[in-house]
T-cell receptor, first 113, second 113 residues
């Protein structure tokens, strides 16, 4: 069975600072990996995804993530935080051939002025 | 191109009543997924459907919950005899025939009083 662990349920950064949100997964087969963002009272929006190929994936709003198989990690980063980045971020995994997504418990990002 | 639509956005039911949640996938998408988000938790997969077929219902509670995706019309998630523990946000997602990228609707927030 696959699982997703997001370290840190709350992360606070200053505007302009580096954003690092951690995600580790366990999967018995090579996974597909995703990061979603959720703004209050809204649905989830896909930030980026990894399926195959290049391990550094660039997404929307300046976010990127790197798939590290040896560390079973898919951490999300952004060089410079903006106030509008304040939201909840979810890492998710699916196994090739199975469409159901398994989500982590989420990390709430606060951006301080 | 309209996104995934869900209605109602908010639903209040008394214990023992039935709740019907509707989801219209994105245009051209024939795969629908339902997820449940309990307060302060990540999303949990419930069921995956294609037109007129349930493909994966491994996350559905064994009793009171059912889902359908008829040939015509929206997908319906039905909860019979609701209990307070059913209070949650229910999200629908859809995808096309290729890839695992799922697009989420805004969710239906069910409150059971």
């Amino acid at each position: 069975a696959q699982s997703v662990t997001q370290l840190g349920s709350h992360v606070s950064v200053s505007e302009g600072a580096l954003v690092l949100l951690r995600c580790n997964y366990s999967s018995s087969v090579p996974p597909y990996l995703f990061w979603y963002v959720q703004y209050p009272n809204q649905g989830l929006q896909l930030l980026l995804k990894y399926t195959t190929g290049a391990t550094l994936v660039k997404g929307i709003n300046g976010f990127e993530a790197e798939f590290k198989k040896s560390e079973t990690s898919f951490h999300l980063t952004k060089p410079s935080a903006h106030m509008s980045d304040a939201a909840e971020y979810f890492c998710a995994v699916s196994e090739a051939g199975r469409r159901a997504l398994t989500f982590g418990s989420g990390t709430r990002l606060q951006v301080q002025p | 191109n309209a996104g995934v639509m869900q209605n109602p956005r908010h639903l209040v039911r008394r214990r023992g009543q039935e709740a019907r949640l509707r989801c219209s996938p994105m245009k051209g998408h024939s795969h629908v997924y339902w997820y449940r988000q309990l307060p302060e938790e990540g999303l949990k997969f419930m069921v995956y459907l294609q037109k007129e077929n349930i493909i994966d219902e491994s996350g559905m509670p064994k009793e009171r919950f059912s889902a359908e995706f008829p040939k015509e019309g929206p997908s319906i998630l039905r909860i019979q005899q609701v209990v307070r523990g059913d209070s949650a946000a229910y999200f629908c997602a859809s995808s096309g025939g290729e890839g695992n990228e799922q697009y989420f609707g805004p969710g239906t927030r069910l409150t059971v009083t």
